[in-house]
């Protein structure tokens, strides 16, 4: 069984552009984690999803940040426009069962960096 | 505030010598405790989630215990391989994880 997958593994970009993470869950994973951990500091929860709706968005930083799961399948991580302290990686998760199923599944990451 | 921390930051190991690793937390509404290890450029990797005060559950050399207050990873005879990030994250009401900053564990062979 394929685990989670995330693209790219790394990206660079300038302050004020445009990126797109995306992360493929493990086929038949109801529920959807983004999480973010800058350097030094502990994995941060971003936002849940269940299927195609959010769950819970509470750890978003700000409106530069939008998330969607289409169809309820993979999802996009888009930062517009990117900051510096965007800087970390960017973890996704899922896991089956109901609502909040506890163990989640992780993909490899996406490390940002902004310059 | 809902806190979670992990000691030591790092722990150097000779192969063979035994440890534990700690967990303390202050969340309300807890709903579980996951152990995860994490090597280096990889995504956080399952190993334990601990539901109740006075559960344990093992796998291989890696045992895991939780109180009212904390969990512990205990490591019998560790070997390199073990060498990884420990983290530990509580399970909030609301289904979202608090994780800890993680302990680094060396093990020389």
């Known amino acids: 069984e394929a685990g989670v997958t995330q693209f790219p593994s790394h990206s660079v970009i300038e302050k004020g552009q445009t990126v797109t993470l995306r992360c493929d869950p493990i086929s038949g994973h109801d529920n959807l984690y983004w999480y973010r951990r800058v350097m030094g500091k502990e994995i941060k929860f971003l936002l849940h999803?269940?299927?195609?709706?959010?769950?819970?968005e509470s750890g978003m930083p700000n409106n530069r940040f939008l998330a969607e799961r289409t169809g309820g399948t993979y999802s996009t991580l888009k930062v517009q426009p990117a900051e510096l302290e965007d800087s970390g990686v960017y973890f996704c998760?899922?896991?089956?069962?109901?609502?909040?199923?506890?163990?989640?599944?992780f993909g490899p990451g996406t490390r940002l960096t902004v310059t | 505030e809902d806190q979670v921390t992990q000691s030591p930051e790092a722990l150097r190991l000779q192969e063979g010598e035994s440890s534990s690793l700690n967990c303390s937390y202050t969340?309300?509404?807890?709903?579980?405790l996951f152990w995860y290890r994490q090597d280096p450029g990889k995504g956080p990797e399952f190993l334990f989630t601990?539901?109740?005060?006075?559960e344990e559950k093992e796998k291989e050399r890696l045992k895991a215990t939780l109180t009212k207050k904390e969990s512990f990873l205990h490591i019998t005879a560790p070997k390199p391989e073990d060498s990884a990030t420990y983290l530990c994250?509580?399970?909030?009401?609301?289904?979202?994880?608090?994780w800890g900053a993680g302990t680094k564990l060396i093990i020389k062979p």
């Open positions: 999803f269940v299927k195609e709706s959010k769950q819970d």
């Open positions: 998760a899922s896991s089956g069962g109901g609502i909040g199923s506890y163990e989640q599944y």
């Open positions: 969340v309300s509404g807890l709903r579980g």
């Open positions: 601990l539901y109740s005060a006075g």
């Open positions: 994250a509580v399970v909030q009401s609301n289904y979202q994880l608090i």
